[in-house]
């Protein structure tokens, strides 16, 4: 255990630390963000201009607007003394060494002798930066390099210089892990570090094959994004995220830094980008980079003429809309790999060569950059959004036959390779013959025990040089699901999408496998035999309700809504008063149940986590009552739980104090509001004030199970019933409409928006009521069945869910 840090200072308010200072802040820590001194009347208003500027990047950089009041502003010359009272100072300024080691010099005097400095430089020496300073800062001194946007993106490098204390190590990365949500990979002191020099290399094989093999934008694109498991931004449009200032900059550091890297001729600097950026065609940042939005079109640079076209059909052979269908990555990345040597294999021949020169790259950065595969892969999980990483993909492909072939393109191929490679024909020429696969970078243990408080990775072993294969270490407060799955013995239940499974101490796991996590027949069917277990098994303590996708669950299954609506429309009543019974059931029952959510939580996902008593929520959630953007209302009890959580929330149960709250609930329901974090969830009323949240969102099923065992020991008692619900009546209902028509006469939304909106409020107001007054669950549940299934009806509804299982998109009609 260590202790948390409290207080801390960023150095440096442009856009990385800003941003840092920001998420620290979202972490519940006093911020202190300094800058130079700006004008003589107000020397703040540089540092107030700079984080202003921040404030506004999309996504935001903040959990809440009430996040930026934990940071205090303040410049170098008027402020520097506060540096005295912070546990860690966190250097970010421009990247020039004199004025980093200056600064170090200054800090050394003022700050406290335990406090911790890090630098989040990328292109300088971590250990030149502090080489002025006495031991007992350098002690204390390391790098700490966040990835952009650092509130989003998982990876933190932590760069330890020669001096540095592996206790100071110890203490951030526990922190950072813990209160940051951070993916820790420990970086050597290279130009660099880790993920950078990979994810440049990378950048750049996309950069020559544009400019010297004669695939277009468009194309690179489509082979270096989700097809091949990386994220959808691919290499072009990151590269206008980043800025091609930006992206010229680094490489104009890298290049001379590298003298040793036999592959260094690739970090030159291209013509077309100094080009580029002479002419403040800078990416996202300046609207044109790679790309440019010109009204609706999207347009592509053309390398020759430097003007902006649109883009061309793919001419990428015959085989790749094939390969992108298949649904395991693996097994895609296999076809890719394999659609090579013939005429209509464009897709295929660029793989294959990039791949080949990423994987051998890599292999060569060994021990250079890191000491093991591990660091290179999860630094490209975690700091790119690879779905593999190099070397994984490397065992996917089939470590031989990649030899082979690095072997005949005449790829350098480092030393440990061979000898991994001789080690592994020896150890199985006396098992299999000579066709089979001789060895891989990561295997599983022989024989595991099949422990939930253990991951798969900690089964799993990876090949490091010089050690053979070691460990893989993993946290030991994460339950992984994949584990209990493969144990039959552990499933308590289940069906073809969802499960029961048994987590050990008399907690038991519900767990949606339906497409997207929707609430189908078959969820509910699950849900349903959840609680008859709970509610007879006299050893069933609680249970967990969670799942390990990125998203908890997008809903109702709008698909199977709509078929029955055609079908047997009589129907729709029962399931939807069954829903409803079915979540009232879960909200009082006998023993505690805690949901574990994460991602997007929408529409009947999210009444089902507000129909549980506890939750433990991922910092990064995602939730909402959206059921009007598909032409309906919620009709799951949300409702109902908005209306009596606005009244618990006013001072008394008085139409003057319960109003504002109403209206607040009122409209996010009625523009499908999602909350842009659990803190903002919270706020919106789609959370209790006694919510849960983790930083890590890997750790939110452990932490849930451990909530149900303290609920068990305090002797669990459910909720009590609410009989005595304030709503306005008729009067609060005229105010609703009145403010649906504003929203419609503003632009805001259209008719039929209204129309919902209006239906939406005769609910939260209680129907026909002529004055305030107090009504009971069973009224309000009521109320929404009766509104609710009209609409399913309605053409506009109908079009509405039509297009939206059709393009993933809502329609406003």
Same mark, same amino acid.
């Given at each position: 255990? #260590?202790?948390p840090f409290q207080t801390i200072a960023v150095l440096g308010a442009g856009v990385m630390g800003s941003q840092i200072a920001a998420h620290f802040a979202n972490a519940g820590l006093t911020v202190h963000l300094l800058d130079l001194p700006g004008s003589e009347a107000n020397k703040n208003d540089r540092v107030e201009a700079l984080f202003k500027k921040a404030l506004k990047l999309s996504p935001p950089i903040g959990f809440t607007e009430k996040t930026a009041q934990r940071i205090m502003l303040g410049n170098f010359e008027e402020h520097f003394h506060r540096l005295g009272e912070v546990d860690w100072v966190i250097e970010a300024?421009?990247?020039? %060494?004199?004025?980093k080691q200056q600064l170090m010099k200054r800090l050394e005097e003022v700050i406290r002798p335990d406090a911790i400095v890090s630098t989040n430089t990328s292109g300088?020496?971590?250990?030149v930066i502090a080489q002025h300073c006495s031991l007992a800062f350098r002690k204390r001194f390391l790098g700490t390099h966040f990835f952009n946007p650092p509130r989003y993106l998982k990876l933190l490098e932590l760069i330890p210089t020669a001096d540095t204390d592996p206790a100071v190590i110890e203490r951030v990365q526990w922190f950072a892990e813990m209160h940051l949500g951070k993916a820790i990979v420990h970086a050597k002191d290279t130009p660099n570090f880790i993920a950078n020099r990979i994810g440049l290399y990378v950048t750049m094989l996309g950069l020559q094959a544009w400019l010297k093999q004669g695939y277009t934008i468009e194309e690179i694109d489509t082979l270096t994004g989700t097809l091949i498991g990386r994220p959808k931004s691919a290499t072009f449009r990151t590269a206008d995220l980043v800025g091609l200032d930006t992206l010229l900059? &680094? %490489?104009?550091?890298?290049?001379?830094a590298i003298p040793d890297d036999e592959s260094r001729e690739i970090f030159q600097v291209p013509d077309i980008l100094r080009k580029l950026v002479a002419t403040g065609t800078l990416g996202a940042k300046s609207g044109q980079g790679f790309y440019k939005k010109q009204q609706s079109q999207i347009l592509c640079l053309n390398p020759v003429t430097l003007a902006y076209e649109p883009a061309k059909p793919l001419n990428l052979g015959n085989n790749l809309e094939t390969i992108a269908k298949i649904p395991d990555l693996r097994d895609r990345l296999r076809a890719l790999y394999d659609d090579s040597h013939s005429d209509s294999s464009r897709a295929g021949d660029f793989f294959r060569q990039t791949i080949l020169s990423i994987l051998a790259y890599s292999a060569r950065r060994i021990p250079e950059i890191a000491d093991s595969p591990l660091e290179i892969d999860r630094a490209m999980r975690w700091g790119f959004g690879w779905e593999l990483g190099v070397f994984e993909i490397w065992d996917a492909l089939g470590f031989q036959r990649v030899l082979i072939d690095l072997q005949a393109a005449e790829q350098p191929i480092p030393e440990w390779i061979l000898q991994m490679s001789e080690a592994g024909c020896d150890r199985l020429a006396r098992y299999a013959s000579a066709a089979a696969r001789c060895d891989r970078f990561y295997q599983l243990e022989k024989t595991p025990s099949v422990d939930i408080r253990v991951s798969p990775s900690q089964h799993r072993q990876v090949y490091q040089p010089g050690r053979q294969y070691v460990p893989v270490p993993a946290p030991a407060d994460e339950i992984n699901l994949s584990v209990l799955r493969s144990d039959p013995e552990r499933v308590v239940w289940q069906n073809a999408e969802a499960g029961l499974i048994d987590l050990d101490d008399g907690v038991l796991l519900y767990e949606f496998?339906? @497409?997207?996590?929707?609430?189908? #027949? @078959? &969820?509910?069917?699950?849900?349903?035999?959840? %609680?008859?277990?709970?509610?007879?098994n006299e050893n069933v303590k609680g249970v967990v309700i969670g799942n390990e996708s990125e998203h908890f669950s997008g809903g109702a299954n709008l698909a199977e809504i709509a078929i029955l609506a055609q079908s047997n429309p009589a129907a729709i009543a029962p399931l939807i008063e069954q829903f409803q019974s079915t979540l009232q059931r879960l909200h009082y029952a006998p023993k505690p149940i805690v949901a574990a959510i994460q991602g997007r939580v929408l529409g009947g996902g999210c009444e089902l986590v507000m129909a549980c008593p506890q939750v433990v929520a991922a910092a990064e959630t995602y939730i909402g009552l959206v059921e009007l953007s598909v032409g309906l209302i919620p009709g799951a009890g949300g409702i109902m739980r908005m209306v009596a959580r606005a009244s618990e929330r006013a001072a008394t149960a008085t139409p003057g104090h319960v109003q504002p709250f109403l209206r607040n609930a009122f409209e996010t329901i009625a523009t499908a509001k999602v909350s842009n974090s659990a803190e903002e969830a919270k706020e919106l009323g789609f959370l209790s004030p006694t919510a849960r949240i983790v930083m890590n969102g890997d750790r939110r099923l452990a932490v849930a199970k451990a909530e149900v065992q303290h609920l068990d020991r305090i002797s669990y008692l459910p909720p009590p019933k609410q009989s005595a619900i304030f709503v306005l009546g008729r009067s609060g209902q005229a105010m609703l409409d009145h403010a649906a028509y504003v929203f419609e006469q503003a632009g805001y939304a259209s008719e039929y928006d209204r129309y919902l909106a209006e239906k939406l409020a005769y609910v939260m107001t209680g129907g026909m009521l002529s004055a305030p007054t107090l009504v009971s669950e069973e009224y309000l549940l009521r109320l929404e069945r009766e509104t609710f299934l009209p609409l399913l009806a309605q053409p506009k509804t109908q079009e509405r869910i039509a297009h939206i299982l059709r393009t993933k998109k809502p329609l406003r009609n």
């Amino acid at each position: 255990m #260590f202790q948390p840090f409290q207080t801390i200072a960023v150095l440096g308010a442009g856009v990385m630390g800003s941003q840092i200072a920001a998420h620290f802040a979202n972490a519940g820590l006093t911020v202190h963000l300094l800058d130079l001194p700006g004008s003589e009347a107000n020397k703040n208003d540089r540092v107030e201009a700079l984080f202003k500027k921040a404030l506004k990047l999309s996504p935001p950089i903040g959990f809440t607007e009430k996040t930026a009041q934990r940071i205090m502003l303040g410049n170098f010359e008027e402020h520097f003394h506060r540096l005295g009272e912070v546990d860690w100072v966190i250097e970010a300024v421009i990247e020039d %060494l004199q004025i980093k080691q200056q600064l170090m010099k200054r800090l050394e005097e003022v700050i406290r002798p335990d406090a911790i400095v890090s630098t989040n430089t990328s292109g300088l020496r971590i250990g030149v930066i502090a080489q002025h300073c006495s031991l007992a800062f350098r002690k204390r001194f390391l790098g700490t390099h966040f990835f952009n946007p650092p509130r989003y993106l998982k990876l933190l490098e932590l760069i330890p210089t020669a001096d540095t204390d592996p206790a100071v190590i110890e203490r951030v990365q526990w922190f950072a892990e813990m209160h940051l949500g951070k993916a820790i990979v420990h970086a050597k002191d290279t130009p660099n570090f880790i993920a950078n020099r990979i994810g440049l290399y990378v950048t750049m094989l996309g950069l020559q094959a544009w400019l010297k093999q004669g695939y277009t934008i468009e194309e690179i694109d489509t082979l270096t994004g989700t097809l091949i498991g990386r994220p959808k931004s691919a290499t072009f449009r990151t590269a206008d995220l980043v800025g091609l200032d930006t992206l010229l900059a &680094v %490489l104009e550091h890298l290049y001379p830094a590298i003298p040793d890297d036999e592959s260094r001729e690739i970090f030159q600097v291209p013509d077309i980008l100094r080009k580029l950026v002479a002419t403040g065609t800078l990416g996202a940042k300046s609207g044109q980079g790679f790309y440019k939005k010109q009204q609706s079109q999207i347009l592509c640079l053309n390398p020759v003429t430097l003007a902006y076209e649109p883009a061309k059909p793919l001419n990428l052979g015959n085989n790749l809309e094939t390969i992108a269908k298949i649904p395991d990555l693996r097994d895609r990345l296999r076809a890719l790999y394999d659609d090579s040597h013939s005429d209509s294999s464009r897709a295929g021949d660029f793989f294959r060569q990039t791949i080949l020169s990423i994987l051998a790259y890599s292999a060569r950065r060994i021990p250079e950059i890191a000491d093991s595969p591990l660091e290179i892969d999860r630094a490209m999980r975690w700091g790119f959004g690879w779905e593999l990483g190099v070397f994984e993909i490397w065992d996917a492909l089939g470590f031989q036959r990649v030899l082979i072939d690095l072997q005949a393109a005449e790829q350098p191929i480092p030393e440990w390779i061979l000898q991994m490679s001789e080690a592994g024909c020896d150890r199985l020429a006396r098992y299999a013959s000579a066709a089979a696969r001789c060895d891989r970078f990561y295997q599983l243990e022989k024989t595991p025990s099949v422990d939930i408080r253990v991951s798969p990775s900690q089964h799993r072993q990876v090949y490091q040089p010089g050690r053979q294969y070691v460990p893989v270490p993993a946290p030991a407060d994460e339950i992984n699901l994949s584990v209990l799955r493969s144990d039959p013995e552990r499933v308590v239940w289940q069906n073809a999408e969802a499960g029961l499974i048994d987590l050990d101490d008399g907690v038991l796991l519900y767990e949606f496998r339906s @497409k997207g996590n929707t609430l189908s #027949f @078959k &969820v509910m069917e699950g849900l349903t035999e959840t %609680l008859r277990i709970l509610e007879t098994n006299e050893n069933v303590k609680g249970v967990v309700i969670g799942n390990e996708s990125e998203h908890f669950s997008g809903g109702a299954n709008l698909a199977e809504i709509a078929i029955l609506a055609q079908s047997n429309p009589a129907a729709i009543a029962p399931l939807i008063e069954q829903f409803q019974s079915t979540l009232q059931r879960l909200h009082y029952a006998p023993k505690p149940i805690v949901a574990a959510i994460q991602g997007r939580v929408l529409g009947g996902g999210c009444e089902l986590v507000m129909a549980c008593p506890q939750v433990v929520a991922a910092a990064e959630t995602y939730i909402g009552l959206v059921e009007l953007s598909v032409g309906l209302i919620p009709g799951a009890g949300g409702i109902m739980r908005m209306v009596a959580r606005a009244s618990e929330r006013a001072a008394t149960a008085t139409p003057g104090h319960v109003q504002p709250f109403l209206r607040n609930a009122f409209e996010t329901i009625a523009t499908a509001k999602v909350s842009n974090s659990a803190e903002e969830a919270k706020e919106l009323g789609f959370l209790s004030p006694t919510a849960r949240i983790v930083m890590n969102g890997d750790r939110r099923l452990a932490v849930a199970k451990a909530e149900v065992q303290h609920l068990d020991r305090i002797s669990y008692l459910p909720p009590p019933k609410q009989s005595a619900i304030f709503v306005l009546g008729r009067s609060g209902q005229a105010m609703l409409d009145h403010a649906a028509y504003v929203f419609e006469q503003a632009g805001y939304a259209s008719e039929y928006d209204r129309y919902l909106a209006e239906k939406l409020a005769y609910v939260m107001t209680g129907g026909m009521l002529s004055a305030p007054t107090l009504v009971s669950e069973e009224y309000l549940l009521r109320l929404e069945r009766e509104t609710f299934l009209p609409l399913l009806a309605q053409p506009k509804t109908q079009e509405r869910i039509a297009h939206i299982l059709r393009t993933k998109k809502p329609l406003r009609n």
